[in-house]
T-cell receptor, first 119, second 112 residues
């Protein structure tokens, strides 16, 4: 596609429910990132996928958070048993290729985000 | 662990002024540094990316510099316009990590 697509754009859920957020990266982009941005705060790294390599999960805040990516396409971020502190905008980004120098190869393109509100 | 700081947190200038936004990072072994703008309710838009081997990058009225030895980057905006109003974020990728570490941003307001 022309850009990074995220869905849903807004999600309101009750505490304790599971939610699933989806990210469609730019076609051909091998690297995919998930970040979280709480209100008035900076971006927190959650997880990174690069091709068929094992994902870097070092930013996931707890075992309630998990993410999957099928090949070099769609990724889903799942939050189980949501808590109020999970309320944030979840941003997905992709890049052509990570770890190599190249014209535009490392530039991240972000989606518009999924705003999650946990009541 | 890489830490990125941006000063000031907020800045308000009259239209037409030239301005500088500052970004500092603790780990000088960076791979690249990227500047983004974020508009309210929207995602991030990449502005400039500077590789570790470069000193600066320019795009239109924007110029970003990188000084690894001092752990600093600046974003220079010439002849500011109200449409430049947004939050500007810098992000560093360390050589050993894959993810970007973001600063908390500078909220810029350009007054007409």
């Amino acid at each position: 596609g022309a850009g990074v697509s995220q869905s849903p754009s807004n999600k309101v859920t009750e505490k304790g429910k599971d939610v699933e957020l989806r990210c469609d990266p730019i076609s051909g982009h091998t690297a995919l990132y998930w970040y979280r941005q709480r209100l008035g705060q900076g971006l927190e790294f959650l997880i990174y996928f690069q091709g068929n390599s094992a994902p870097d999960k070092s930013g996931l805040p707890s075992d309630r958070f998990s993410a999957e990516r099928t090949g070099e396409s769609v990724s889903t971020l799942t939050i189980q048993r949501t808590q109020q502190e999970d309320s944030a905008v979840y941003l997905c980004a992709s890049s052509l290729e990570s770890g190599r120098v190249g014209s535009g190869a490392n530039v991240l393109t972000f989606g518009a985000g999924s705003r999650l509100t946990v009541l | 662990k890489q830490e990125v700081t941006q000063i000031p947190a907020a800045l308000s200038v009259p239209e037409g002024e030239n301005l500088v936004l500052n970004c500092s990072f603790t780990d000088s072994a960076i791979y690249n540094l990227q500047w983004f703008r974020q508009d309210p309710g929207k995602g991030l838009t990449s502005l400039l990316l500077i590789q570790s081997s470069q000193r600066e990058q320019t795009s239109g009225r924007l110029n970003a510099s990188l000084d690894k030895s001092s752990g600093r980057s600046t974003l220079y905006i010439a002849a500011s316009q109200p449409g430049d109003s947004a939050t500007y974020l810098c992000a560093a990728r360390s050589g050993s990590a894959r993810q970007l570490t973001f600063g908390s941003g500078t909220q810029l307001t350009v007054l007409p």
